[in-house]
């Protein structure tokens, strides 16, 4: 008797992995095995032409003793810092204005969609755009000069730790309004109006039922701006016109001189670095539950 | 239905310089593109002409933009299919679990999470140590999976989330096999959500620079070759193909969206017989 009762369990389970067989093979050759390659490939050497296999820690000793590693981890912790009080704040307001105050369901789709279409474009043709908001003789500062308010062109605009900040806010806000705006929708409208009869304001039922209820969305969209941030390379470079560093541009330009070696020992600290704060932020919210 | 709050014209404000901020220097460019033969990257406009476009047929001005447009149309509709086949066979295993599900997931949620740049650098090495020739089309577009599969398939996993399992079993008992309740229930109910696994498998391919960067070879893909153009070419030809790729995103997510109400349009016109019957 049992064994029938198994039979067609064990058979789904079966085709669940018969299913996902493709599936695993692409993950494994295209993303398992290139970190473990990295991984390894860290504690290989290198001359000027070519690398090959050996036991080495130079590679890591090299780079977290550098003055520039923790100089350029700190700048791009700050484009972090930045990037994400921006985007939280935007992806928040812009969420909790879709979700609460649009009242038909068409027009939500709608405004939703208005903000999700930038996401399907290329990204470097958004940060090229910028060029003639922010260079020196862009929109903003001839207008800004029309108005009478600078007498000079701002230099900083365009090229400058300014410009890579906002090309960041400009093209990964989306990846906050997003989830927040899929959490906020599954927030059931009667908890809303159960504080507004027990006497809640605005402001406290905004403080005391829809941030707590909206925080996995939060978390889901800073994990989102967290390792597009970390782990970027060229807005950095395009925005700043070379000039500021970027942990993924370290390892960019190793990979241009190449040396793999040293790039895969900066790619070993950068992906811990990444992991661990995901670690942490994961903490607070369970992804299989959000879907 | 309430009166509309002083907050409400707050939020709608903010909104409204939201979509602006998205859109105004994409409209920008696309006004910019259109500058007269000496006009310059930035306002005033030095009269109006299509000259920039026309310079972007011309060999020698840019690189291969052409070639590598092919390239990258080709490429995203290959990442495109095979997201979508992948996708809807994963999305079908982890309707239950099964053993490994759990770390096949956060392999999954791993692959969104990784800095693109590891994943280029790591294939590059893989190709580079079993002395095989990088290409667009074998590891460009494993590296391209990458990123489309998790989009995908946290798609699919949201929708077998909401998945209503009486009509597989209505089919069941009416004598349906396994194979026939995917073919004939589950996949035409999913249809419209595959169109948005498609857009997003297409569009991420066709915009994806960084994990492309080390594993396309010596063909570029067009984010590659527009990439190096905006190192070296300092005039208003930039905007004009920005535009063109640009028009040609929208071209594709207008018409994934037109495809997708016209499936939902046929379906309400001849899928509920419901009462038919009666009179």
């Known amino acids: ?291 | 239905m309430e009166p509309r709050s002083r907050s409400f014209y707050l939020l709608a404000a903010f909104f409204t310089l939201f979509v602006i901020f998205l859109y105004g220097p994409v409209i920008t460019i696309g006004i910019l593109s259109f500058q007269g033969p000496r006009g310059g990257l930035t306002f005033p406009m030095n009269g109006v002409s299509l000259h920039w476009f026309f310079d972007l047929f011309e060999q020698q001005a840019v690189g291969d933009i052409w070639g590598s447009f092919r390239r990258s149309f080709a490429l995203g509709l290959m990442v495109m299919s095979v997201t979508v086949v992948l996708s809807v066979m994963g999305g079908l295993a982890f309707r239950r679990r099964f053993r490994g599900s759990t770390v096949l997931f956060y392999l999954i949620i791993a692959s969104l999470i990784i800095p693109s740049i590891l994943v280029s650098l790591g294939v590059g090495l893989i190709f580079n140590i079993l002395d095989l020739e990088v290409h667009w089309a074998t590891s460009g577009f494993g590296s391209q999976l990458t990123w489309t599969l998790p989009f995908g398939l946290l798609i699919m996993f949201a929708v077998f989330n909401r998945f209503d399992k009486s009509y597989e079993e209505a089919a069941r008992d009416l004598g349906a096999s396994p194979w026939q309740t995917v073919r004939h229930v589950v996949l035409p109910i999913i249809a419209p959500m595959l169109i948005g696994v498609a857009l997003f498998g297409f569009t991420l391919s066709y915009d994806e620079f960084a994990r492309t960067l080390l594993t396309a070879g010596s063909y570029n893909t067009l984010p590659l070759e527009i990439f190096g153009m905006t190192t070296n070419v300092t005039s208003p030809v930039l905007y004009a193909l920005g535009t063109l790729t640009t028009v040609f995103s929208f071209a594709i997510i207008g018409t994934f969206l037109l495809v997708v109400v016209i499936l939902r349009r046929r379906r309400t016109k001849s899928g509920s017989d419901a009462g038919s019957g009666l009179v």
Not at chain 1, 21 to 27: A, Q, Y
Not at chain 1, 42 to 49: I, K, R, T
Not at chain 1, 222 to 228: D, E, K
Request: aromatic share 14%; net charge neutral.
């Open chain 1, 1 to 291: 008797m049992t064994k029938t009762k198994t039979e067609p369990s064990k058979r789904a389970e079966r085709i669940s992995w018969l299913l996902v067989t493709p599936l695993t093979c692409v993950l494994g050759f295209f993303l398992l095995l290139p970190i473990l390659t990295i991984v390894t490939v860290s504690f290989w050497n290198y001359n000027e032409w070519s690398f090959f296999p050996d036991f080495v820690l130079d590679n890591y000793a090299f780079h977290l003793t550098s003055a520039v590693t923790w100089a350029t981890y700190l700048k791009t912790l700050k484009f972090m810092v930045l990037t994400w009080i921006f985007c939280a704040g935007i992806g928040f307001t812009v969420a909790y204005f879709l979700a609460f105050h649009v009242q038909s369901l068409p027009a939500q789709v709608a405004l939703f969609m208005v903000c999700t279409i930038p996401f399907w474009t290329s990204n470097i043709i958004r940060m090229i755009s910028w060029i003639p908001f922010l260079g020196r003789n862009g929109i903003a500062n001839s207008s800004l000069i029309h108005l009478g308010i600078i007498d000079e062109p701002l230099e900083w605009l365009l090229y400058s730790d300014f410009a890579v900040v906002l090309a960041f806010v400009h093209l990964y806000a989306l990846f906050m309004v997003v989830p927040i705006f899929n959490t906020m929708m599954r927030i059931d409208k009667s908890l809303i109006e159960a504080a507004r009869d027990a006497g809640a304001s605005g402001f406290q039922i905004l403080t005391n039922v829809i941030i707590p209820l909206a925080k996995p969305g939060i978390m889901i969209g800073s994990i989102f701006v967290v390792t597009l941030v970390m782990g970027d390379f060229i807005t950095v470079r395009h925005m700043s016109g070379g000039q500021s560093a970027s942990v993924g541009r370290i390892i960019s330009n190793e990979i241009s001189l190449l040396q793999y070696p040293a790039a895969a020992a900066s790619s070993v600290v950068l992906l811990c670095t990444v992991l661990l704060m995901i670690g942490v932020m994961m903490r607070f919210v369970d992804i299989r539950k959000e879907l």
